[in-house]
């Protein structure tokens, strides 16, 4: 009886060769470029003026409507001080392509957890290689295997080391008085429903988990 060979799974999605996907990353660079150029007085991410222009459209969603109608409605209000034209400008805008703007961060997430997704599946195979390389440089072609094992060895602990978190010192308590009680022991110990209440009433809305699906579920 023949030995039966293994066989090749065949969910696993088709690779793409490097002249395709050259064309198709010169294709996308060339719609993200002419994106930018039909954006009227496109402005790219600064981030030293991120804190004053953040500041500044933080009143401007609601603030503006209400100055257009004070100033449209009051004659002696000041005509020199804010531009109507230009601040309804600023409110189409807005609603205009505001978004689209939604809709090309999600697809830069998607584009992102794409290439980690394969970056992934490769680094899950190159683990068990890696793994596999530790035990076969004790066999009888370690001497061969030594400097790349070493080498894969070094960069699987340098990426570890990337992930740790260093671990912040613990505050040193300050001495208490003899015969004196500490702040916690003097203050009243909470419920802790109350915490649990606490927790419950946060203020920030929930984000629906893909833009795509909220989309979907709106139509």
């Known amino acids: 009886m023949q030995p039966v060979k293994p066989t090749q799974p065949t969910d696993a999605p088709a690779a793409t060769d490097a002249q395709t996907l050259d064309a198709i990353a010169s294709q996308l660079l060339d719609l993200v470029t002419k994106m930018e150029s039909l954006v009227p007085d496109f402005e790219p991410h600064d981030k030293r003026e991120i804190a004053r222009v953040a500041a500044g459209a933080k009143f401007a969603h609601e603030l503006i409507a209400a100055t257009v109608t004070m100033v449209t409605s009051v004659p002696s209000a000041p005509q020199d001080l804010f531009n109507v034209a230009a601040a309804q400008e600023a409110l189409q805008f807005r609603d205009q392509l505001r978004p689209i703007a939604q809709r090309l961060a999600a697809f830069a997430q998607g584009l992102e957890f794409t290439i980690n997704t394969k ?22 072609n370690g001497a061969a295997l030594q400097p790349y094992v070493d080498e894969m060895s070094r960069v699987v602990n340098r990426a570890i080391n990337r992930s740790k978190k260093p671990k912040s010192e613990p ?27 606490d927790a419950d009433t946060d203020d920030g809305a929930e984000l629906p988990e893909s833009y795509y699906k909220a989309a979907e579920d709106e139509e």
């Open 171 to 197: 505050p040193t308590p300050s001495p208490v008085p003899q015969g004196g009680k500490t702040l916690m022991a003097i203050m009243p110990q909470r419920p802790a429903e109350d915490s649990a209440a």
């Open 119 to 140: 970056l992934s599946a490769s680094g899950e195979d190159a683990l068990q290689t890696h793994h596999w390389g530790k035990r076969a440089v004790k066999g009888p």
